[in-house]
């Protein structure tokens, strides 16, 4: 069962005033993340300016965190377990 924790980011967010940049880290690399990415988009505020990226959000971190923007990050853990994966799986390749 989901925490909730994006959810309340999301709420947190959008009350603050600030042009809300969204950066998701999720990658759709199974059915079962395929669907929590679809519901994260369709409850996701339209008013959030949204980017989806895997693997180098922290280039978005630098492009888009200005004082005049909200920065919400979804998720660390995906953050920083991507990169780790997708190594993992090219030496598997490899071996």
């Known amino acids: 069962m989901p925490s ?10 959008a009350g603050s005033g600030k042009k809300v940049v969204y950066i998701a880290t999720a990658a759709a690399e199974d059915p079962e993340m395929q669907r929590r990415i679809e519901k994260h988009r369709w409850r996701r505020p339209s008013a959030f300016f949204t980017r989806e990226e895997p693997l180098h ?5 630098g492009e888009y965190g200005r004082a005049v923007n909200f920065i919400l990050l979804d998720c660390l ?19």
């Open 4 to 13: 909730g924790k994006s959810s309340f980011a999301e709420e947190y967010a």
């Open 57 to 61: 959000s922290e280039k978005l971190l």
């Open 77 to 95: 853990t995906v953050f920083f377990s991507n990169p780790l994966l997708r190594d993992y799986k090219l030496t598997q390749v490899k071996n």
